[in-house]
């Protein structure tokens, strides 16, 4: 079945680490997304890349870093320098862009102790 | 930027009522997302609807571009839809926006 996959579920990490999720899609989609949601909160756009190899910043990028090697794989990085990262993270993608119905992965929660 | 409202933000049903979530919207849009999160995280679609109505099954969504608003009715609520609704819209061609969502709980 295609679908958004993301790993890991659960994700711990102690401060002054820097850790990464992985978002892997098998729909074909050419744009996909990563969004923060904070406890009773709507979801915040990280970053999104159109394309392979291009991305673009979001509203709360900062302490954050992405790669698009590969159209399937958009792996996102918390950095050190992001101040308060507990959060639930979710991916998701899009076949036409902004023009398309958006799907989500199951997402991950980082928790940092 | 665009605002995205949502109400109730809160909404406690018995099983078996029927409920009407409401969506704001500060600017005109293209597209328009219903979305339900479930009690683990995970976000399903519901509905594409930029204008007009759909149904699927006991759900079913109006949006009146003009007047900048949506709407998702439940019907016959089951204890399985509780969760948070969300409505979501595409901004500055690549930002999708998301309101505050509504947390709906259905008692059995």
């Known amino acids: 079945d295609g679908g958004i996959t993301q790993s890991p579920k659960y994700l711990f990490r102690k401060e002054g680490q820097n850790v990464t999720l992985s978002c892997e899609q098998n729909?074909?989609?050419?744009?996909m997304y990563w969004y923060r949601q904070d406890p009773g909160q709507g979801l915040r756009l990280i970053y999104y890349?159109?394309?392979?190899?291009?991305?673009q910043k979001g509203d709360i990028a900062e302490g954050y870093s992405v790669s698009r090697e590969k159209k399937e794989s958009f792996p996102l990085t918390v950095t050190s320098a992001q101040k308060n990262p507990t959060a639930f993270y979710l991916c998701?993608?899009?076949?036409?862009?902004?023009?398309?119905?958006?799907?989500f992965g199951p997402g991950t929660r980082l928790t940092v102790l | 930027g665009i605002q995205v409202e949502q109400s109730p933000p809160d909404l406690i049903l018995q099983e078996g009522a029927n409920s009407t979530l409401r969506c704001n919207f500060s600017?005109?849009?293209?597209?328009l997302q219903w979305f339900h999160q479930n009690p683990w995280g995970q976000l399903i679609n519901l509905f594409y609807?930029?204008?007009g109505t759909k149904q699927n099954g006991r759900l079913s969504a109006t949006t009146v571009a003009t007047e900048r608003y949506s709407l998702l009715y439940i019907s016959s609520s089951q204890t399985t839809d509780s969760g948070v609704y969300f409505c979501?819209?595409?901004?500055?061609?690549?930002?999708?926006?998301f309101g505050a969502g509504t947390r709906l709980t259905v008692k059995p």
């Open positions: 998701a993608s899009t076949q036409q862009g902004r023009q398309g119905t958006q799907y």
């Open positions: 729909l074909n989609h050419d744009a």
């Open positions: 890349s159109q394309i392979v190899n291009d991305f």
């Open positions: 600017d005109s849009v293209n597209n």
């Open positions: 609807i930029p204008s």
């Open positions: 979501a819209l595409w901004y500055n061609n690549n930002d999708m926006r």
